[in-house]
């Protein structure tokens, strides 16, 4: 392990995977989502402003509904799909961060990364994220970085690779669209 600068790890579970697919589907298509709850916001004050005969207020607000419900309709799918291919077992995987690549270890499956493919980073509390592709992420659980110094790492990585960081915080719509709601009434 010499060799390594940092180590880590990740047991996925249901709730990583569905994290995982939720970064993913947050990161690579943010502008869709966006798309989908603006869409979906206008359609529901339309329809709720009384303008309109009552069946047509009743479609438009079904239809902002509908529209809201797409946010994070694909993230979710993902999510169950992955779930099924994985049939009940979680998979643990072992990160080495090198000079050049990250090397993976899943059972006994080895696969490389190198830094300069990598389109995106993200962070939030508990994982660290990257993207070898716009349509694939790896986790990282932070609490198994190894050494356990997290600017450490990120000042490694950035000089290894050029790309930003994102930092994800409350990422959920619907619990923004709940807490928009809670706070109103």
């Known amino acids: 392990m010499d060799q390594y600068s940092y180590t880590a790890a990740i047991t996925h579970s249901k709730q990583t995977v569905v994290r995982l697919n939720q970064v993913l589907h947050d990161v690579s298509h943010k502008w869709k989502k966006i798309l989908f709850a603006v869409v979906g916001f206008l359609l529901l004050m339309c329809g709720a402003a009384g303008r309109f005969d009552p069946r047509i207020s009743t479609v438009l607000i079904a239809l902002g509904c509908w529209s809201l419900l797409l946010i994070n309709y694909s993230a979710r799918t993902k999510a169950r799909e ?34 300069s493919s990598i389109v995106h980073w ?17 986790m990282i659980d932070r609490s198994t970085l190894d050494p356990d110094d997290f600017s450490a790492f990120q000042a490694f990585i950035r000089a290894r690779c050029t790309v930003n960081w994102i930092m994800l915080g409350l990422t959920n719509i619907e619990k923004l669209i709940y807490a928009f709601h809670k706070r109103k009434s």
Do not use: T, W
Request: charged content about 20%; hydrophobic content about 30%.
């Open 82 to 115: 992955m779930e099924q291919q994985l049939n009940g077992c979680c998979p643990e995987v072992h990160y080495c961060f090198g000079e050049q690549q990250i090397d993976m270890q899943i059972k006994s499956e080895h696969e490389s990364v190198k830094y």
């Open 122 to 138: 993200a962070v939030d509390r508990s994982y660290i994220y990257f993207f070898p592709s716009e349509s694939s992420i790896f």
